[in-house]
């Protein structure tokens, strides 16, 4: 487990790397939830998150 400190520094390189994206919400999104999980020093499949079933959704939601 990360420290405070450890994922203050986590979150600030991944501010700077997405704060100037320009391509497209679809296109990144599992991406971008990926990194944030990994900036708080865990994975999605560790908190039992999971991108949504498009054969269920209305595919509007994109982590639950």
Request: hydrophobic residues 40%; aromatic residues 14%; without cysteine.
């Amino acid at each position: 487990m990360r420290s405070g400190l450890e994922i203050y520094a986590a979150l600030q390189k991944f501010v700077a790397k997405w704060s100037g994206h320009s391509g497209s919400e679809k296109a990144e999104a599992q991406t971008y939830l990926n990194e944030l999980f990994a900036a708080y020093g865990t994975d999605r499949s560790e908190v039992g998150a999971l991108f949504e079933d498009f054969r269920s959704s209305a595919g509007f939601m994109d982590l639950h």
